[in-house]
């Protein structure tokens, strides 16, 4: 346990207001609202994030969780890791480690995790390596395309549907019939994808099992267009859509590619993706004796907070 001058709690809803502060301090930028926060820390009703307390009752740091159901052959939960900090004033002295060793043991034992994806900046990155359950992956990159590229030729589709993902009409938009989710899938769907105020969900689908769903957002005045989950629809289906809809604003499109995926690299390539995107540190802490299929499992673009 961490040492007498501070605890570790699960987050409460009394404590959101110094986690903002002891955020916005930390990192020079606003935290989202504790409205958008309460929604996107919860499984099934728990809060799934911890708060580090000091003696005089101030939030010094934090580390949130998003839950869901792993899709690597395990009956077991996934746990991806966001809004990671210790204040500036405390850290280099081994808080984090304890805060952490404190949080897998938790997490294993209230929710079942057997995994942790964890996305650490440098910084993070430091402590990371040196938690021997911590298995450090190779950066993802992000293939970026700008639409009305005049090495690309687009085409008009014909059968389609391209909609806003309404999140006070969720189980309506992103049904199981239409798309042919299961209740878990559409569980994990549903609270990924909070509402955002500089964010917006759109569905392209094209028959039941076929479909994208993007995130778009207005970063210094540059439209991204991200394909954050892709079921059976090709990419230059995908584009030929966008530049429908999108090309006069000359948009970024944004697509992670598993290094195994020779299908997806290719078309990635022949439509002129470029790797010319964010890069993503990630790694994966293990919880148990079973062994993470390092080789075998790439995350979907919601598993990161970016997009």
């Known amino acids: 346990m961490i040492n007498k001058n501070f605890k570790i709690i699960s987050y409460k809803s009394s404590y959101f207001n110094k986690l903002k502060i002891s955020y916005e301090n930390s990192f020079n930028k606003l935290f989202i609202s504790q409205a958008l926060y309460e929604q996107r ?26 839950i869901h159901n792993s899709n690597i052959g395990n009956l077991c939960k996934i746990a991806f ?143 991204l267009i991200s394909i954050i989950v892709n079921n059976e629809l090709e990419i230059k289906f995908i584009l030929n859509v966008l530049n429908m809809f999108h090309k006069y604003k000359k948009s970024l499109v944004q697509c992670w590619c598993f290094y195994k995926d020779r299908n997806l690299l290719r078309q990635l390539i022949k439509s002129n993706f470029k790797e010319d995107g964010p890069i993503f540190y990630n790694g994966v802490y293990e919880l148990t004796h079973n062994r993470f299929p390092v080789n075998d499992y790439f995350p979907h673009m919601y598993n990161h907070d970016a997009f």
């Open 41 to 66: 820390f919860c499984y099934h009703k728990t809060y799934s994030s911890y708060l580090l307390i000091s003696n005089k009752d101030n939030v010094v740091g934090h580390i949130g969780f998003r």
């Open 81 to 223: 890791r966001f809004s990671t900090f210790i204040i500036p004033s405390f850290r280099g002295g081994g808080m984090y480690l304890e805060f952490m060793n404190y949080v897998k043991n938790d997490l294993k034992n209230k929710f079942n995790v057997m995994y942790i994806y964890a996305w650490p900046n440098k910084i993070n990155l430091l402590s990371c390596l040196k938690d021997e359950n911590y298995i450090n992956l190779n950066p993802i990159i992000t293939w970026q395309h700008k639409l009305g590229n005049e090495k690309t030729s687009y085409e008009e589709e014909k059968i389609f549907k391209y909609k806003t993902i309404d999140f006070t009409n969720f189980d309506h938009i992103i049904n199981k019939k239409e798309f042919g989710l299961t209740v878990d899938n559409l569980h994990d769907y549903k609270y990924l994808f909070v509402n955002r105020d500089n964010k917006e969900y759109k569905v392209i689908s094209v028959e039941k099992n076929k479909y994208a769903i993007l995130g778009i957002s207005n970063i210094e005045n540059k439209e």
